[in-house]
């Protein structure tokens, strides 16, 4: 339950222009970077299909148009979102006001621009070799430092509580800053070589799009549920069991991607066991929401935050759910290394973590912007992301169990000139798969003018000011 209920602080109708400030800039700015990494997504999946299209313009080529794709939506979507959305949720949890709003207004700026600068400079050809690793090391030393900033933010804010009880949705809300920073200097880090390298790779591509996108996107939806049904947490200890999980097994889970690969026995076994608290965390998070809505189901349907959340968390767990399966060693064995991983990353962000993310914003800039949600394009916009992210997923799941399946029997070869035989069984699902992508970012398109709109033209209304009652006063 948020901070607002408990009786330490109470909502205003009075207008204001900088409490939330750097909270309202961090969620616009994020909403240019998921329409380019959307954009780039298509423009990759193209090339899967016709490699010889635009190879004259090195720009256009799948390598760097995944590599803008990913960082577009794991740094620039996926960073700024978070942290505009822990912007807004820290000081009503906690009852404090938001710690140094000059300083997180200005690391919002600095994000901002490192980020460009990276997407800017892989477009170039001016990158590192690793996974969401690309961008030059002055980038990354200037991102690393507008990932800490928030964190440094909210745990002051946190210290500075005037609640007594710490929220599950803040415990949420700590970890996903602090994890951000954490997983790209554990990602970055020189020094690995061969196998290493990759398992270090895996960890933070794992860890970010595994743990950390639902980790801050379970919060919101932590935050929004109860606030926007105004109902009571279900049941809290069902939601310390569903954190926990996801924390202790999410990025462990990770190795399974190279599970089929050169990987230690050990190594693959503890991946196994790990990878099924995958599904523990998912599962206890959708029926702890589920039974807080309980009742509430009318009101959900009529609104639109609570649509877009409910639509990512019933993807977050079908994504869960394979992520688990694929960490058994007979399925990593037939879909290790294939299209699988790739459908479940596409389909966690351009289906997901949109949905989930940008729902939570639909809850919080109408409140703190004093504007009422221009919801017009909203009922397509989310239709489209949730079909075409989820369809886009699923196709390249099936693409890579068909690839898997005909490795293992050995009906085509994975290698030599007759390689080509193994691309001819997936052709069809790649060209569905852009057209399903295409669907997806028309939609992420539709729910970003949702919130421009709203932020730009909606009807004035009053907007939610936090403000602190002392001992005293109660």
């Known amino acids: 339950m948020a901070a607002a209920n408990s009786g330490r602080n109470v909502l205003t109708g009075v207008l204001s222009t900088n409490a939330d400030s750097a909270a309202r800039r961090a969620m616009l700015a994020s909403l240019v970077f998921a329409v380019i990494g ?21 720009i256009a080529g799948y390598g760097r148009m995944r590599a803008i794709a990913l960082n577009s939506f794991v740094y620039g979507f996926g960073g700024l979102a978070s942290t505009g959305l822990a912007y807004y949720m820290t000081p009503r949890l906690a009852g404090a006001a938001l710690a140094r709003q000059r300083l997180a207004n200005l690391g919002a700026a600095g994000h901002t621009f490192v980020v460009t600068i990276g997407l800017a400079s892989i477009a170039l050809g001016i990158t590192d070799p690793l996974e969401l690793a690309e961008f030059p090391l002055l980038v990354d030393l ?27 949705s803040l415990w949420y809300v700590l970890a996903g800053v602090w994890w951000l920073p954490a997983l790209y200097f554990v990602g970055n880090v020189p020094g690995t070589t061969g196998l290493g390298t990759q398992l270090q790779s895996s960890f933070m591509v794992g860890g970010l799009i595994g743990a950390w996108l639902p980790m801050v996107g379970i919060g919101a939806a932590y935050y929004v549920i109860p ?41 693959e ?57 694929q960490g058994f060693r007979s399925i990593d064995a037939v879909v290790g290394l294939t299209s699988w991983y790739e459908g479940l990353i596409l389909a966690t962000v351009l289906a997901a973590a949109p949905l989930l993310l940008i729902g939570a914003m639909a ?21 489209a992301t949730l079909w075409g ?15 898997g399946l005909g490795w293992n029997t050995g009906a085509v070869p994975n290698s ?51 403000v602190w009652v002392g001992e005293d006063d109660e």
């Open 363 to 383: 809850y919080a800039l109408p409140q703190i912007a004093g504007r009422r949600l221009v919801d017009g394009l909203a009922k397509r916009g989310i239709s």
């Open 38 to 58: 959307a954009a780039a997504t298509v423009l990759m999946l193209i090339k899967v299909s016709v490699p010889g299209l635009f190879d004259t313009a090195s």
């Open 142 to 168: 200037g991102l690393f430092s507008s990932m800490v900033i928030p964190a440094l933010i909210v745990t002051a804010t946190v210290r500075a509580r005037t609640e007594r009880t710490i929220y599950v």
């Open 416 to 466: 030599g000139e007759e390689y080509v035989r193994t691309t001819g069984l997936i052709d069809t699902y790649q060209l569905l798969a852009i057209l399903s992508a295409l669907v997806a970012a028309a939609g992420i398109a539709m729910l970003t003018l949702v919130i421009l709109r709203t932020y730009t033209s909606g009807e004035a209304i009053a907007s939610e000011v936090l």
């Open 227 to 267: 606030r926007a049904t105004d109902r009571a947490l279900f049941s809290r200890p069902l939601a310390q069991a569903g954190f926990w999980s996801l924390a202790g097994t999410g990025l462990f889970a990770s190795v399974t991607r190279y599970g089929s690969g050169a990987a230690p026995d050990w190594l």
């Open 389 to 403: 992210g989820s369809v886009t997923g699923l196709l390249l799941v099936i693409s890579g169990l068909v690839t």
């Open 269 to 325: 076994t503890t991946g196994t066991v790990f990878s099924l608290g995958l599904i523990v965390a998912a599962v206890a998070t959708l029926a702890n929401l589920a039974g807080t809505a309980n009742g509430a189901y009318g009101e959900i349907r009529e609104s639109t935050p609570l649509r877009m959340i409910g639509g990512g968390l019933v993807v977050y767990v079908a994504i869960a759910a394979l992520l688990s399966v």
